[in-house]
């Protein structure tokens, strides 16, 4: 009688016709969406999201790196972002008794916690404009690289006996250039890679390959899905730990080259990283 029902309604004008479509949508249509809805969901992957994501961890890295390797030329073994050592030796020094030969590297120590706690307040001001603070950020980072590279003049304005000072302020701008990248990696990128500190990196990659190489012998069947996020780890920490080696022995050969003018190649990639940001976030 509903079926004799709704055809009377089709033949007789645009309501019946609309009923008729209902008709159609619950009874066949629903068998087909019940159909669909028991077929697990096939989301295309996203090469362009993971690409830009592993472009960016590598730059990072590549950047922190070369600064690493800048650090420890211009200041005698001081790694700029990798501070904890530093505390280390002068606890070392400090209780056997030896002369304190890392004056100059505590010092940096406060530098490292200022532009944290600067680079917090600024991330926390953005933020609060309900903005995301990576723009700001790697801006920040930017300026820091360049005060570095232009540190190298001090010595053409005060003479040589500037030198020493020249590379005191460099490395200090060195140390602030980790700091805020430091920073933003907890306060905009917790979900990404590390890109200064190697340590976590290594260790995931070794458990990443272990994995992968004994999920060959395994008899039981992994879900792909959870093949497929182990492989992308995979391959983002292994880009993160080539481009820190590859910063790393590129910043030591241009800094014995170039001296603090050598920082200039990772001012332009951290700014060209910047203007990337700032365009993505006005899209």
Request: hydrophobic fraction near 50%; charged fraction near 15%; include cysteine.
């Amino acid at each position: 009688m509903r079926s004799l029902g709704l055809e009377r309604d089709a033949e007789g004008g645009s309501e019946g016709r609309t009923r008729a479509r209902s008709f159609r949508v619950s009874g066949v249509g629903l068998k087909e969406l019940s159909r669909k809805a028991n077929t697990p969901a096939r989301f295309p992957p996203a090469p362009s999201l993971i690409s830009e994501e592993r472009i960016r961890v590598g730059l990072l890295s590549g950047v922190a790196g070369y600064v690493d390797a800048t650090g420890f030329v211009m200041l005698l073994g001081l790694f700029p972002a990798h501070l904890t050592g530093e505390l280390v030796g002068a606890a070392v020094e400090f209780f056997s008794g030896h002369e304190p030969g890392r004056l100059t590297h505590l010092v940096m120590v406060p530098v490292f916690i200022a532009s944290v706690a600067i680079a917090a307040i600024v991330a926390r001001a953005v933020r609060g404009r309900g903005q995301a603070p990576l723009g700001a950020l790697l801006t920040l980072m930017t300026l820091a690289l360049v005060m570095l590279t232009a540190s190298g003049t001090l010595p053409l304005f005060f003479g040589e006996e500037a030198r020493g000072l020249a590379t005191l302020v460099g490395g200090a701008w060195a140390v602030v250039a980790m700091g805020i990248q430091n920073t933003f990696m907890r306060e905009s990128l917790s979900g990404s890679c590390p890109t200064t500190v190697m340590t976590g990196n290594l260790t995931q990659f070794v458990i990443e390959l272990v994995n992968a190489l004994l999920a060959r012998f395994d008899r039981r069947c992994e879900p792909p899905s959870e093949r497929a996020r182990s492989d992308a780890r995979l391959r983002v920490v292994s880009t993160a730990l080539s481009s820190f080696l590859f910063g790393a022995a590129l910043g030591g050969w241009m800094t014995a080259k170039l001296g603090p003018y050598g920082a200039a190649l990772p001012a332009a990639i951290v700014g060209a990283l910047t203007v990337s940001v700032r365009r993505q976030a006005r899209a």
